[in-house]
């Protein structure tokens, strides 16, 4: 897969899974009443993060906002920080992976700046989808354990006579749509870390030159280099000039028989 296309996929997924965190926070069905044993009920009940809502047989939906904050579980408390943080993270990551996308020329922006906005878009993905899951996983902990004392306290036996007063509530809808949201900006954010690597250029490797300081002419060959002084040059021309001179020379000391005529 090339560095575009890794790119491109893991900001896609990250940012489908940013949506489907906003809408799980903010999505009443969190908690819904269990009608396993009594499947025929007049009113239905569920809770989110917010608010709990009550559904009656007739159709009519009636919600109502939780109005404290310190009166709340602690552990609800911390599955609402989790979940907002993630949202705020997924959020700044999706901003930072915007202009760090390749496919995108922002300017003279060059590739080792949008490898750095890459990495820490891809941090940043992982991060929040990490608080998603974690957060969803924690309330949906509480479910299970509010589930099983209740079921315990529902079938206390008191006399021959079975109690069936309290309610029971299960998994929502919500649960699931963060866990799905939470594992597609996670995957996102793994993919934007890989691109990252694509987009950091590549190194160049220059191979070392020696250079002699006190030669005028160097002249380069595979296996060395060779040195020649302007020294050298003077003494091969003055030996040509020396033995054209003593050609002349000796052909003056010797005269020819032309030279009598």
Known sequence: MSTTTCQVVGFLLSMLGLAGCIAATGMDMWSTQDLYDNPVTSVFQYEGLWRSCVRQSSGFTECRPYFTILGLPAMLQAVRALMIVGIVLGAIGLLVSIFALKCIRIGNMEDSAKATM?????????ISGL???????????????NFWMSTANMYSSMGGMVQTVQNRYTFGSAL?????????????????CIACRGLVPEETNYKAVSYHASGHNVSYKPGGFKTTTGFESSAKNKKIYDAGAHTEDEAQSHPSKYDYV
């Open 118 to 126: 890459t990495l820490t878009s891809g941090i940043m993905f992982i």
């Open 131 to 145: 608080c998603a899951i974690v957060g969803v996983s924690v309330f949906a902990n509480m479910l299970v354990t």
């Open 176 to 192: 699931f749509v963060g866990w799905v949201a939470g594992g597609l900006t996670l995957i996102g954010g793994v993919m934007m």
